[in-house]
């Protein structure tokens, strides 16, 4: 059985969820989320925690047994706390400024890149070189900082570019003089 399907999830005071079918809706302090989830996976809401199992042991259905069980953890962790990554931009007269709710980011291009967010993500400039993504959806989270990450990706010489803050760069040597 999947070491992580199996585990029970605790659902806190200030969140609700609802079950209809295989349609969950778990509302919290933050927001509202919902997801529609595969009908060989059942899903039981007991008091305060839901449980998670399978029809039978198929590859398949093992595979989507934890991966059920953690989109629910996501979802309620998502409502209640929320998630949040910070991007860090490296590189002389590289900058980020909000426009209203559009990003501004001037990264070494001849033109400046505007990037509007979804409504549920909020964008924060902690300082010209620090951006700060937050948001209920994990998965919307961490895709909006990857699309921004993309503009300009770190590069291995100088470490120019937009990084997140937990990220190391390997870097490499340059060029080395002629013998």
């Known amino acids: 059985m999947s070491r ?17 079918g295989h349609n969950l809706v778990v509302t919290g302090p933050k927001g509202k989320l919902i997801e529609n989830f595969h009908p060989n996976i059942t899903i039981k809401h007991e008091a305060d ?26 979802m309620i962790i998502g409502v209640s706390a929320g998630y949040s990554k910070i ?3 490296v590189g002389v007269g590289y900058k980020a400024e909000l426009k209203g709710k559009n990003l501004l980011i001037t990264i070494g291009y001849s033109h400046p890149i505007y ?15 620090q951006i700060s993504i937050s948001g209920i959806d994990k998965q919307l989270v961490g895709a909006i900082a990857a699309k921004i990450r993309s503009i300009r ?25 002629g013998k």
């Open 115 to 129: 990037f509007l967010p979804p409504d549920d993500i909020t964008l924060v400039v902690n300082t010209p070189t």
């Open 4 to 20: 992580i399907g199996k585990k029970p999830i605790t659902i806190p005071s200030d969140v609700k969820v609802s079950l209809t």
């Open 87 to 89: 991007l860090d931009i």
């Open 49 to 74: 925690e839901i449980i998670v199992t399978r029809s039978d042991d198929q590859k398949g259905n093992k595979a989507l047994h934890g991966l059920t069980r953690a989109l629910i953890q996501n």
């Open 153 to 177: 990706k770190p590069e291995p010489y100088k470490g120019k570019g937009i990084k997140y803050s937990t990220e190391t760069i390997r870097r490499k040597a340059g060029k080395t003089a």
